[in-house]
């Protein structure tokens, strides 16, 4: 079981991108699915996250700006951004909790890091 972020990229102040993360492998369910954020020099923080029953929950950082959705059936998590600040630049990175594949119970499983840079 592997989540593949994609979508990362170099925008202006006041831009819009769309993140995505693929959960691939044979999974039957996965509970949470969130995204994270680190800029240089910061510890990694917890941007939004949805539950596997379409709950959200956002960083006041992002509220209003940042909209996190999930396809079930397509095991994929999105992130449109909108209306970017440099302060959002970071590398972002996608995350899932509870993953059932098959007999297994993953815990936890991170993807690969996309990069944001906001310019002003």
């Known amino acids: 079981v592997q989540l593949q972020a994609s979508g990362g990229g170099l925008v202006q102040s006041g831009g819009s991108l769309r993140l995505s993360c693929q959960a691939s492998g044979s999974i039957s369910s996965i509970n949470d699915m969130n995204w994270y954020r680190q800029a240089p020099g910061k510890q990694r923080e917890l941007v939004a996250l949805?539950?596997?029953?379409?709950?959200?929950n956002y960083a006041d950082s992002v509220k209003g700006r940042f909209t996190i959705s999930r396809d079930n059936a397509k095991n994929t998590m999105y992130l449109q951004m909108n209306n970017l600040k440099p302060e959002d630049t970071a590398v972002y990175y996608c995350?899932?909790?509870?993953?059932?594949?098959?007999?297994?119970?993953?815990?936890?499983?991170w993807g690969q890091g996309t990069l944001v840079t906001v310019s002003s």
């Open positions: 949805v539950t596997s029953g379409g709950i959200t």
């Open positions: 995350n899932a909790k509870g993953i059932r594949s098959g007999p297994y119970i993953y815990r936890e499983i």
